[in-house]
């Protein structure tokens, strides 16, 4: 059963249909379910909450079922009980003629899994890296096509876009750059924490994407600012009468890039997009407590 929790979003009870690899850090997980007929959304950033199940679960808790009292219930049950909760943004749908959505898939990457890995692998990516048809998953999501979750709202008169995100922005911005038109200009800058993460991009723009990989030890630059923020310094944009900026990630380095954008770029705040997706040094549930 679905339950409407705060409009516009709801729950979706939703299986594994199929996982493909897209590199050795990247999977990609495709899901369905009958609930997604009301999954609606029309939006290249949409963000997702997804909760999943610990090891020897066949489904995750959530207590859904108690409407607009779930979130209390969920912080109440056990630690080893509680289903994991993760913040993902939408890659893509799939729908049927009558429009109705049937599949949708969400990109992981999966840090610490691989044999000799400097840290150890999160919940989520232990559960992607073993992910297998039939696996059951709870989503809360999007019940009207525009929502609040949903970032990336160019202005029509854009003459230039700038996008900026780390792995947690990466299904975003293909995402977007899928959506944009042929001929608009396009400049993104995608920051990883290793070469593994790379992908194709596909887009009609006229667009020039940059990989930043970084490691745990070059993360920085010597002025202890996010080393992105030292190489847009460097980048030559081009000229632009009404650009706008998108800049997704660690809130933080988010922060930082925004300063630049408008502070030393002169860009118009208002037509700068900034979302924190994570925060260093805190969990999902501790940066949800703060909200």
Not at 16 to 45: H, K, M
Not at 137 to 162: K, Q, Y
């Amino acid at each position: 059963m679905t339950t409407a929790v705060a409009a516009p979003f709801r729950f979706f009870s939703l299986q594994v249909v199929r996982t493909i690899r897209l590199g050795p850090s990247v999977v990609r997980v495709s899901f369905a379910g009958e609930d997604l007929q009301y999954f609606l959304s029309d939006g290249y950033d949409q963000s997702l909450s997804l909760f999943l199940p610990h090891p020897g679960q066949s489904e995750p808790q959530v207590c859904h079922e108690l409407g607009d009292g779930w979130w209390q219930a969920w912080r109440e049950l056990p630690d080893d009980v509680r289903a994991v909760m993760r913040s993902y943004t939408l890659r893509s749908l799939r729908r049927d003629r009558l429009g109705r959505t049937t599949e949708i898939d969400i990109d992981f990457v999966l840090h610490g899994v691989e044999p000799g890995a400097s840290a150890p692998a999160g919940p989520a990516s232990r559960w992607a890296s073993r992910a297998a048809a039939g696996d059951r998953v709870v989503l809360l999501g999007p019940a009207i096509a525009d929502n609040r979750a949903i970032r990336f709202r160019a202005p029509e008169d854009t003459d230039l876009v700038l996008l900026w995100g780390d792995e947690t922005a990466l299904p975003a911005i293909s995402s977007i750059l899928e959506s944009l038109p042929a001929g608009l200009r396009v400049r993104a800058w995608l920051d990883v924490h290793d070469a593994g993460t790379i992908q194709d991009l596909a887009t009609a723009a006229d667009a020039e994407v940059t990989w930043l990989v970084r490691d745990d030890h070059h993360a920085q630059d010597v002025e202890g600012s996010p080393m992105a923020l030292g190489a847009l310094r460097d980048a030559a944009l081009p000229s632009a009468e009404r650009p706008y900026v998108w800049i997704a990630g660690e809130s933080g380095c988010v922060k930082q890039l925004r300063r630049h954008f408008v502070g030393e770029r002169g860009i118009d705040r208002r037509r700068v997009t900034f979302v924190g997706y994570w925060r260093q040094g805190l969990t999902e549930e501790q940066l949800r407590e703060q909200e």
